[in-house]
């Protein structure tokens, strides 16, 4: 099979090989200059795995013991970040009962300002939109929302709303993809859907898509393949999935493949990693790819887990 064969599918056991040996190359360098993407990449991976009906490729031992705290590795700060990756692979799992729920929740909620309802990531006090995403989020995954404001979350949210209908990273910020994720599936979880503009929002969102099929994130950058996941979720949420092209789209993510050692890229013929990997996974599982397990495109985890926990779908306006 030559190599423009492998790329018009889905190379599912060259993925699943390639995220079992991520743990397995602690003697290159680049290992250990990225310590602190160590729980990022556990989420990662055991997400793409579950979506690939592989999760029993990597075993539970495996797993637990990586997490350490809600830093980014053993030892390391803490960030609301990193906290909603260590909440999220817990649900997956079903180990919420290993960790102080209760504390996870403290936390979270020591990092709102009571006064304008933004979050910081840590206590050095830096402000973002992914923080709102990411407290809400980890609560709702948690039940626990009623442990902050959340109209004044919502409140901080809409001020970062731009007149072509996207959301900054802060107010005043220009619209950017994966701050639109944040913001609306923000909103979503906290059923604020009816704030967003679903038509003028779904057509910049839909703007983002390039002749190559690629997506962007923001007007006049280059197509990312991790953009299939942070345009073709809020348009999913918003219902206007239909809206971009869904062959194109697939194409280009399928020759992002490395279709020797496995892994999804940015874009064609750069270096695979997991970050892209999984998102491109994931926008598969959004377009329907075949024999993909659904994804949810509000919380960024199978279907099947999120309706384990009794969580409502929170999609459309």
């Given at each position: 099979?030559?190599?423009?064969?492998?790329?018009?599918?889905?190379?599912?056991?060259?993925?699943?090989?390639?995220?079992?040996?991520?743990?397995?190359?602690?003697?290159?360098?680049?290992?250990?200059?990225?310590?602190?993407?160590?729980?990022?990449?556990?989420?990662?991976?055991?997400?793409?795995?579950?979506?690939?009906?592989?999760?029993?490729?990597?075993?539970?031992?495996?797993?637990?013991?990586?997490?350490?705290?809600?830093?980014?590795?053993?030892?390391?700060?803490?960030?609301?970040?990193?906290?909603?990756?260590?909440?999220?692979?817990?649900?997956?799992?079903?180990?919420?009962?290993?960790?102080?729920?209760?504390?996870?929740?403290?936390?979270?909620?020591?990092?709102?300002?009571?006064?304008?309802?933004?979050?910081?990531?840590?206590?050095?006090?830096?402000?973002?939109?992914?923080?709102?995403?990411?407290?809400?989020?980890?609560?709702?995954?948690?039940?626990?929302?009623?442990?902050?404001?959340?109209?004044?979350?919502?409140?901080?949210?809409?001020?970062?709303?731009?007149?072509?209908?996207?959301?900054?990273?802060?107010?005043?910020?220009?619209?950017?993809?994966?701050?639109?994720?944040?913001?609306?599936?923000?909103?979503?979880?906290?059923?604020?859907?009816?704030?967003?503009?679903?038509?003028?929002?779904?057509?910049?969102?839909?703007?983002?898509?390039?002749?190559?099929?690629?997506?962007?994130?923001?007007?006049e950058k280059l197509e990312d393949v991790c953009y299939s996941w942070w345009v073709l979720s809020a348009l999913s949420i918003l219902g206007r999935l239909h809206w971009i092209n869904k062959e194109k789209l697939i194409e280009f993510v399928l020759v992002a493949q490395d279709?020797?050692?496995?892994?999804?890229?940015?874009?064609?013929?750069?270096?695979?990693?997991?970050?892209?990997?999984?998102?491109?996974?994931?926008?598969?599982?959004?377009?329907?790819?075949?024999?993909?397990?659904?994804?949810?495109?509000?919380?960024?985890?199978?279907?099947?887990?999120?309706?384990?926990?009794?969580?409502?779908?929170?999609?459309?306006?």
């Amino acid at each position: 099979m030559d190599t423009s064969e492998k790329q018009n599918r889905l190379l599912v056991d060259l993925h699943v090989k390639y995220i079992q040996s991520l743990d397995t190359k602690k003697d290159d360098l680049e290992y250990w200059l990225t310590e602190h993407l160590r729980l990022s990449g556990v989420y990662w991976g055991l997400t793409a795995l579950d979506l690939l009906n592989s999760i029993d490729a990597l075993k539970k031992e495996d797993v637990k013991p990586t997490i350490g705290g809600f830093g980014g590795h053993i030892g390391h700060d803490p960030h609301l970040t990193y906290t909603l990756y260590a909440v999220q692979i817990l649900v997956i799992e079903d180990a919420l009962d290993a960790v102080n729920v209760d504390k996870i929740v403290e936390y979270v909620a020591s990092c709102q300002d009571r006064d304008t309802g933004a979050f910081t990531g840590d206590e050095w006090g830096e402000i973002d939109t992914r923080f709102s995403y990411c407290a809400l989020s980890c609560l709702s995954l948690l039940k626990r929302l009623d442990a902050i404001n959340v109209p004044k979350a919502v409140e901080f949210i809409m001020l970062c709303k731009n007149f072509d209908g996207g959301f900054g990273v802060s107010p005043g910020a220009e619209s950017h993809a994966g701050q639109i994720f944040c913001c609306v599936g923000a909103l979503a979880i906290v059923n604020s859907l009816h704030l967003v503009d679903a038509d003028l929002l779904g057509w910049w969102l839909c703007e983002r898509q390039l002749k190559n099929g690629g997506l962007n994130g923001r007007p006049e950058k280059l197509e990312d393949v991790c953009y299939s996941w942070w345009v073709l979720s809020a348009l999913s949420i918003l219902g206007r999935l239909h809206w971009i092209n869904k062959e194109k789209l697939i194409e280009f993510v399928l020759v992002a493949q490395d279709s020797e050692g496995g892994g999804i890229a940015d874009r064609p013929g750069d270096m695979a990693d997991v970050f892209h990997t999984l998102f491109g996974i994931a926008g598969l599982s959004l377009l329907g790819y075949p024999d993909l397990k659904p994804v949810d495109p509000v919380y960024c985890l199978p279907k099947h887990v999120v309706q384990r926990i009794g969580l409502a779908e929170r999609y459309h306006v």
